[in-house]
Nanobody
C-alpha cells in the first residue's frame, strides 16, 4: 500500500512565494520519476515540472523562470518552489509519482493542494 500526500498550498498575493511538498509513504522499494501537475478551473490538467531519480528536471516553458522542482530521495519527497506567483498560477496542484512497491511498478496521484493567487 502506497500513499501520496501534498501540502503547502494556500492563498497568496501576486508576486509572493509558496513551497509545495509531496511525500510518499508505504511499502516503497524505489521511486522513479516524480512530477507536479496542475489543473486550473475549467482547464485540463497540465504538466508543470518533472524530475527523474538522478535529479534531471523538465519544467514547462511558461513557468521555467519562476518554479523550481527538487526531490529528496532519502525522504521520498518532492518539492515545488514557486516564486513571483501570478493569478494565472491559481490551480489545484497534484503530485504524480512512479513507484516500485511490493505490488510492482505503478503511477500514483496525490489528492491535490489548492493554490490561489490573488491580484
Amino acid at each position: 500500500q502506497v500513499q501520496l500526500v501534498e501540502w503547502g498550498g494556500g492563498l497568496v498575493q501576486a508576486g509572493g512565494p509558496l513551497r509545495l511538498t509531496c511525500a510518499a509513504a508505504g511499502s516503497i522499494l524505489d521511486i522513479e520519476t516524480m512530477a507536479w501537475y496542475r489543473q486550473a478551473p475549467g482547464k485540463q490538467r497540465e504538466l508543470v515540472a518533472g524530475i527523474s531519480k538522478d535529479g534531471s528536471t523538465d519544467v514547462a516553458d511558461s513557468v521555467q523562470d519562476r518554479l523550481t522542482i527538487s526531490r529528496d530521495n532519502a525522504k521520498n519527497a518532492m518539492y515545488l518552489q514557486m516564486n513571483s506567483l501570478k493569478p494565472e498560477d491559481t490551480a489545484v496542484y497534484y503530485c504524480n509519482v512512479r513507484i516500485n512497491s511490493d505490488d510492482g511498478i505503478d503511477d500514483y496521484w496525490g489528492k491535490g493542494t489548492l493554490v490561489t493567487v490573488s491580484s
